[in-house]
């Protein structure tokens, strides 16, 4: 139901810092739970961080931990994804999934995806 649209990806040299978005479209945004998700080439998607519906709750792979922050703004239908101390193997497609309420790590537990964004961190 909920329509989700990522941007701000982009090429960062290691080490830099970068925040992609991801806008949802609907009036009921805060009753969403969000998740990241990435996907490099010739993996399987993994989960990177994930938000609750209330923003009192986050949850963050152990490889992306200190680094990312999961943050939103219910207020724009907006969710975030900081980036800091970028390395390589970070390079994938990021995407942001929806559903309701409660935060999972499980992709096939959400049940709206946007499009990705490309991030890509050089070595």
């Known amino acids: 139901q909920v329509q989700l649209v990522e941007s701000g990806g982009g090429l960062v040299q290691a080490g830099g810092s970068l925040r992609v978005s991801c806008a949802a479209s609907?009036?009921?945004?805060?009753?969403?739970?969000m998740g990241w998700f990435r996907q490099a080439p010739g993996k399987e998607r993994e989960f990177v961080a994930a938000?609750?519906?209330?923003?009192?709750?986050?949850y963050y792979a152990d490889s992306v931990k200190g680094r990312f922050t999961i943050s939103r703004d219910n207020a724009k239908n907006t969710v975030y994804l900081q980036m800091n101390s970028l390395k390589p193997e970070d390079t994938a497609v990021y995407y942001c999934?929806?559903?309701?309420?409660?935060?999972?790590?499980?992709?096939?537990?959400?049940?709206?995806w946007g499009q990705g964004t490309q991030v890509t961190v050089p070595s």
């Open positions: 609907g009036r009921t945004f805060s009753r969403y739970a």
């Open positions: 938000i609750n519906w209330s923003g009192g709750s986050t």
């Open positions: 999934a929806a559903r309701n309420y409660v935060a999972t790590t499980i992709a096939d537990e959400y049940n709206a």
